[in-house]
């Protein structure tokens, strides 16, 4: 298998590239629209056919270029089942493995920081979405966010997948690309150790973060996968990225 982990500076979002060598044919994991150039770039320079764009969740800090990507290349949506978005292509539900050639996503729903929430784990690895940051995870107060949902899909699921897996989450703030199941188990200040729920539930009231500047914006245009809303500020349009001059936005 083909893998490149790729960065977004924006909103510090990391889109994951994975390729079937037998066949040609590639995903895309949370890709933004602000870097669909490089992405196009990148699927083109590994001698891959984009088939596939899948999000972990409905973003509310960036737009997903899984409609663009689609218009463009062709490809076609995967979302999460549980967000019924009518323009996906495909509803991924938990126990049901996605194939992309010889690359077979394994969809766990792991709700929480959204209600729609899905990690994929894929052989030695797992895409964690929001639901389990580096040291971290998640904000919950929106979006249908619930702490206790939270706390059961790490602790219950994601945390009972073998320690030695990777663990790539859809961002970081501080550079840090891979940790592992163990070491989240271990370290996390959130949800490791003997962490308890009612313990994360204090953290997680306690955390009085800002409202998030582009989250009316980003998550309308999400449920259309990957929409620019037309009452987008000047001073926001950056986060549209090409889509700004677009018919769509």
Avoid at 24 to 45: F, K, N
Avoid at 125 to 143: E, H, M, S
Avoid at 152 to 165: A, H, Y
Avoid at 205 to 222: E, R, S, T
Wanted: overall charge negative; proline content about 7%; some cysteine.
């Amino acid at each position: 298998m083909l893998f490149r982990q790729l960065f977004e500076p924006l909103s510090s979002t990391y889109t994951y590239l994975l390729g079937c060598e037998r066949t040609g044919q590639a995903v895309l994991i949370d890709p933004v629209i602000t870097m669909i150039e490089r992405d196009l770039g990148e699927v083109h320079r590994l001698g891959l056919t984009l088939a596939w764009s899948v999000d972990t969740h409905i973003h509310a800090d960036h737009i997903t270029a899984a409609r663009e990507l689609k218009q463009r290349a062709g490809s076609r949506i995967a979302a999460p089942a549980p967000d019924r978005l009518p323009c996906a292509d495909l509803g991924l539900e938990e126990g049901r493995p996605f194939e992309v050639g010889s690359v077979q996503l394994h969809p766990l729903h792991t709700p929480g920081h959204t209600d729609g929430h899905f990690a994929y784990r894929q052989d030695d690895r797992v895409f964690t979405g929001d639901a389990l940051l580096i040291d971290g995870c998640g904000r919950t107060d929106f979006q249908n966010g619930d702490a206790d949902a939270l706390y059961r899909s790490v602790r219950e699921k994601l945390f009972t997948l073998p320690g030695e897996t990777l663990v790539y989450p859809a961002h970081d703030y501080q550079g840090r690309r891979v940790s592992s199941v163990a070491q989240e188990q271990g370290r996390n200040p959130r949800l490791g150790g003997d962490r308890t729920l009612e313990e994360f539930r204090a953290i997680m009231a306690g955390l009085n973060l800002p409202y998030p500047k582009f989250i009316d914006y980003a998550v309308p245009g999400n449920r259309q996968c990957g929409v620019c809303p037309d009452d987008v500020p000047e001073d926001l349009r950056e986060y549209c990225g090409p889509m700004a001059q677009s018919p769509q936005g």
